[in-house]
């Protein structure tokens, strides 16, 4: 499965951005695509997921009421909707692609990233 981020950027505090995930290649055993983002210094965390077949998501604590996380209709693009950020958002973006969903609705099995997107918020 290979994945494509884009539309990441600068914004001020309070701003909104949009990022965008295409998924495409053989993706028969992905069941979900996860946001991670990932500070310098700081561990990888995960911050929002979607299971591609029922849509349930997951989102981490420091995001949600922020973050959503939509889809086109075509299921290939997953989004990640973001605003009122704030400069504690400032990372890397990145997305992948996971084979299950597990409790809690953690998108599990992770196989594949895309390359990231960084996001600067000032």
């Known amino acids: 499965v290979q994945l494509v981020e884009s539309g990441g950027g600068s914004v001020q505090a309070g701003g909104s951005l949009v990022l965008s995930c295409k998924v495409s290649?053989?993706?028969?055993?992905?069941?979900?695509v996860a946001w991670f983002r990932q500070a310098p210094g700081k561990e990888r965390e995960r911050i929002a997921n979607?299971?591609?077949?029922?849509?349930?998501?997951y989102y981490a604590d420091s995001v949600k009421g922020r973050f959503t996380i939509p889809r086109d209709v075509s299921k290939t693009t997953v989004f990640l909707q973001m605003v009122d950020l704030q400069p504690d958002d400032t990372a890397m973006y990145y997305c992948?692609?996971?084979?299950?969903?597990?409790?809690?609705?953690?998108?599990?099995?992770?196989?594949?990233w895309g390359q990231g997107t960084q996001v600067t918020v000032s």
């Open positions: 992948a692609a996971g084979t299950r969903i597990i409790v809690g609705d953690y998108c599990d099995g992770i196989t594949d």
């Open positions: 290649g053989d993706d028969i055993d992905t069941a979900c």
């Open positions: 979607i299971a591609t077949g029922a849509g349930r998501t």
